[in-house]
């Protein structure tokens, strides 16, 4: 015979997890949110502002970003320096990675 789990207890762990899901997205939205002028919290690799994509590589030297668009399949290879690169809309841009040096 299977044990059975009182109601108040799965309702309790349900809302714990929608919790801890609620307060990660919302790190993660306060990072992507961060303006272009404030190095202060910038971050490293794909990151949005409320319209605008960008690619921060914090290491040295030059990589190459493959930059993936919206609505095709098209992708695009950047080689960035390091610091913030603009890379533009996020109605046009889905994500960009790392793919190697250039």
Do not use: F, Q
Request: with cysteine; net charge positive.
């Amino acid at each position: 015979m299977k044990k059975k789990i009182p109601l108040k207890r799965v309702t309790a762990a349900a809302a714990a997890i929608a919790t801890a899901g609620l307060l990660s997205a919302g790190a993660n939205t306060a990072a992507a949110a961060t303006p272009p002028g404030d190095t202060s919290a910038r971050a490293c690799g794909y990151y949005e502002t409320r319209d605008t994509a960008y690619y921060g590589h914090c290491g040295r030297g030059k990589v190459i970003i493959k930059i993936e668009l919206d609505w095709t399949t098209d992708v695009r290879y950047w080689c960035v320096g390091p610091g913030e690169r603009r890379l533009g809309s996020t109605d046009d841009i889905d994500y960009a990675v790392y793919v190697g040096t250039c």
